[in-house]
């Protein structure tokens, strides 16, 4: 037989010189044999197949398979050479430059990066021969894997394929693994350290927020009427299972003391961001040092933490009137109480002609992040005049009713700002405000459309319709945008109070 001939063809050579009939029909036929039928064959007519033919055979598409890994390796290798060697010429040109500039300084500093650099080079050339041990690894397992095989058809080019997709598979699940437990080690470090300190500091501030509180007690003026002690009054509620409502007496609260109430409660916005939930409490009034707290974002913290229970209160009142609304109109008969009830609304909202529909345009929420925003900017985040003296959180003008003179007032402005008894009365008025003032009929129009498109009421979607409650205009509009935006106030947008019941909104 010749040698140059392929496996199949010496098969084929073999048939011929032992004249085995049932090949050379096929071969008449021109029917196509594969290698396993003609070796099947002959061994069924008990034709000598040489074991030196099959494992050259198998020698050389071995090799050829392992041809593509050896290289492979080689490249991986001369990658992470010219890597170190750029590496290398890097430091060594930072070396150069610092002797240059620190010539009569310490030479240790030149050593710590020369020592940088040499650990890095030594890193990389370790990698790099590690892998490349390991290619020749698998080559040779591979290379002794296919000479052992028999009676099988290889495909070069689909080894070749399997091989690489298991190299790198392998490599990115290794970094994959370490990356991801790594991290876990951190953050579990992490959590349990803050959850110790805050363990800490709860003891601590448990022990003394009411000797605080009773000193605050002391120092009030001896003109005010003796008040009782700062307690936690709870709201008589039919569920057992609701949360308690905190109604803060005016007890000109200071900043510290107001902050170790919030420890002792939980109140976190992180949480109230994530869970959609804020607890009931309510103060009457601003810490009046409010403006003292250093720390930015804790200053803006605490102003959230006051006004968002306040404005999510009043929202849950509207709520609950929209369904109540909503009840009636769906009866055929109503009852003197629902009349009395509904007449009452049409005055509080100032609908004339007792015109439903223009009720329903008027009473709707105000989006918690429009009402955050103009808080913080007409309150200077609750540490204005008007905020501290008069409750005024949202700078609204009166020209009959009580209020604080401006001091900046023009010689032809006779208004004055509208003070109040306590925050949540503020709120309130700026809630009526929005829906009944005649300036403000875009912004009462855009919502009632958002409402019967069932599109979410969000605050982003509105602050273009009030450029007309202040006389800067549009440049109004865009502060309050960049509030929302720069505070995340959007993520208090579906908040609700946690002692609340879940209330399914109804398209009036």
Same mark, same amino acid.
């Given at each position: 037989?010749?040698?140059?001939?392929?496996?199949?063809?010496?098969? *084929?050579?073999?048939?011929?010189?032992?004249?085995?009939?049932?090949?050379?029909?096929?071969?008449?036929?021109?029917?196509?044999?594969?290698?396993?039928?003609?070796?099947?064959?002959?061994?069924?007519?008990?034709?000598?197949?040489?074991?030196?033919?099959?494992?050259?055979?198998?020698?050389?598409?071995?090799?050829?398979?392992?041809?593509?890994?050896?290289? &492979?390796?080689?490249?991986?290798?001369?990658?992470?050479?010219?890597?170190?060697?750029?590496?290398?010429?890097?430091?060594?040109?930072?070396?150069?430059?610092?002797?240059?500039?620190?010539?009569? &300084?310490?030479?240790?500093?030149?050593?710590?990066?020369?020592?940088?650099?040499?650990?890095?080079?030594?890193?990389?050339?370790?990698?790099?021969?590690?892998?490349?041990?390991?290619?020749?690894?698998?080559?040779?397992?591979?290379?002794?894997?296919?000479?052992?095989?028999?009676?099988?058809?290889?495909?070069?080019?689909?080894?070749?394929?399997?091989?690489?997709?298991?190299?790198?598979?392998?490599?990115?699940?290794?970094?994959?693994?370490?990356?991801?437990?790594?991290?876990?080690?951190?953050?579990?470090?992490?959590? @349990?350290?803050?959850?110790?300190?805050?363990?800490?500091?709860?003891?601590?501030?448990?022990?003394?927020?009411? #000797?605080?509180?009773?000193?605050?007690?002391?120092? @009030?003026?001896?003109?005010?009427?003796?008040?009782?002690?700062?307690?936690?009054?709870?709201?008589?509620?039919?569920?057992?299972?609701?949360?308690?409502?905190?109604?803060?007496?005016?007890?000109?609260?200071?900043?510290?003391?107001?902050?170790?109430?919030?420890?002792?409660?939980?109140?976190?916005?992180?949480?109230?961001?994530? +869970?959609?939930?804020?607890?009931?409490?309510?103060?009457?009034?601003?810490?009046?040092? *409010?403006?003292?707290?250093?720390?930015?974002?804790?200053? #803006?913290?605490?102003?959230?933490?006051?006004?968002?229970?306040?404005?999510?209160?009043?929202?849950?009142?509207?709520?609950?009137?929209?369904?109540?609304?909503?009840?009636?109109?769906?009866?055929?008969?109503?009852?003197?109480?629902?009349?009395?009830?509904?007449?009452?609304?049409?005055?509080?909202?100032?609908?004339?002609?007792?015109?439903?529909?223009?009720?329903?345009?008027?009473?709707?929420?105000?989006?918690?992040?429009?009402?955050?925003?103009?808080?913080?900017?007409?309150?200077?985040?609750?540490?204005?005049?008007?905020?501290?003296?008069?409750?005024?959180?949202?700078?609204?003008?009166?020209?009959?009713?009580?209020?604080?003179?401006?001091?900046?007032?023009?010689?032809?402005?006779?208004? #004055?700002?509208?003070?109040?008894?306590?925050?949540?009365?503020?709120?309130?008025?700026?809630?009526?405000?929005?829906?009944?003032? #005649?300036?403000?009929?875009?912004?009462?129009?855009?919502?009632?459309? *958002?409402?019967?498109?069932?599109?979410?009421?969000?605050?982003?979607?509105?602050?273009?319709?009030?450029?007309?409650?202040?006389?800067?205009?549009?440049?109004? &509009?865009?502060?309050?945008?960049?509030?929302?935006?720069?505070?995340?106030?959007?993520?208090? +947008?579906?908040?609700?109070?946690?002692?609340?019941?879940?209330?399914?909104?109804?398209?009036?």
């Amino acid at each position: 037989m010749k040698k140059n001939l392929s496996y199949r063809d010496k098969l *084929l050579e073999l048939s011929e010189i032992y004249k085995i009939a049932e090949i050379q029909v096929y071969e008449r036929n021109k029917k196509y044999l594969t290698t396993a039928q003609i070796e099947h064959i002959l061994k069924k007519n008990k034709v000598p197949i040489p074991t030196e033919l099959k494992k050259n055979i198998f020698e050389i598409q071995a090799k050829k398979i392992s041809k593509p890994i050896f290289s &492979t390796g080689n490249r991986i290798g001369n990658f992470f050479s010219s890597v170190s060697n750029s590496i290398y010429k890097f430091f060594a040109s930072i070396k150069k430059s610092i002797i240059n500039f620190f010539l009569d &300084t310490n030479n240790s500093i030149l050593n710590f990066f020369s020592y940088v650099a040499k650990t890095i080079v030594n890193i990389i050339f370790g990698t790099g021969r590690a892998i490349l041990n390991f290619c020749s690894f698998v080559s040779k397992t591979t290379l002794k894997f296919f000479n052992g095989i028999y009676n099988f058809d290889i495909e070069t080019k689909k080894v070749n394929q399997l091989v690489s997709v298991i190299l790198i598979s392998a490599f990115l699940f290794l970094f994959g693994v370490a990356g991801y437990f790594g991290k876990d080690t951190f953050i579990n470090f992490y959590t @349990e350290t803050l959850q110790d300190k805050e363990i800490e500091k709860k003891t601590i501030k448990e022990k003394t927020v009411n #000797k605080k509180l009773a000193e605050e007690k002391k120092n @009030e003026p001896v003109t005010k009427p003796k008040q009782k002690q700062a307690k936690v009054q709870p709201k008589k509620q039919n569920n057992t299972n609701s949360v308690k409502e905190f109604v803060l007496p005016n007890l000109n609260l200071k900043t510290e003391t107001v902050l170790s109430l919030f420890n002792d409660v939980q109140y976190d916005l992180r949480k109230v961001r994530n +869970e959609k939930r804020v607890k009931p409490i309510y103060f009457t009034q601003f810490p009046k040092d *409010l403006d003292e707290i250093k720390d930015s974002k804790l200053k #803006k913290d605490t102003f959230i933490k006051i006004v968002l229970p306040l404005v999510v209160a009043e929202n849950e009142k509207i709520t609950d009137d929209r369904l109540k609304l909503k009840k009636i109109q769906s009866k055929k008969i109503t009852s003197e109480k629902e009349k009395s009830w509904l007449r009452q609304k049409l005055r509080e909202y100032k609908v004339k002609n007792s015109d439903i529909n223009e009720l329903k345009k008027r009473m709707d929420i105000i989006p918690i992040s429009i009402a955050l925003a103009q808080a913080a900017k007409e309150s200077g985040w609750g540490t204005s005049r008007f905020a501290l003296e008069g409750n005024a959180i949202f700078g609204q003008w009166t020209w009959t009713g009580q209020g604080i003179e401006p001091l900046d007032k023009g010689q032809h402005q006779g208004h #004055k700002i509208l003070k109040f008894p306590i925050l949540r009365a503020s709120v309130k008025a700026y809630k009526n405000n929005l829906n009944t003032h #005649k300036g403000y009929s875009k912004f009462r129009e855009k919502r009632y459309t *958002l409402r019967k498109r069932n599109k979410p009421i969000k605050g982003i979607s509105l602050t273009d319709t009030l450029d007309n409650y202040a006389q800067t205009g549009k440049t109004y &509009t865009k502060v309050l945008e960049q509030i929302i935006d720069q505070n995340s106030l959007d993520e208090f +947008e579906n908040v609700l109070l946690s002692n609340s019941v879940v209330r399914k909104e109804l398209n009036l």
